[in-house]
């Protein structure tokens, strides 16, 4: 994607942030420029293209409004 919405992508959460993405909630732990690395609840690690993240609606459960 464009760099105005790399910006926007990257301001929108950081390492350390829980978050919900496509129904998978975890910590984010890595970011990339093809995706972005999640540490579950349980566990698991989850890679999350970042394409996804850009056209899915996620929650931000560290940042409030």
Known sequence: ??????DVFYRSFQIGDLVTIS??????????????????ENGETVYVPN????NTPFINHSKKS
């Open 1 to 6: 994607f464009g760099s105005e919405h790399a």
């Open 23 to 40: 129904n998978i909630k975890g910590t984010v732990e890595d970011i990339s420029m093809l995706t972005t690395k999640l540490r579950t």
């Open 51 to 54: 394409q996804l993240i850009f």
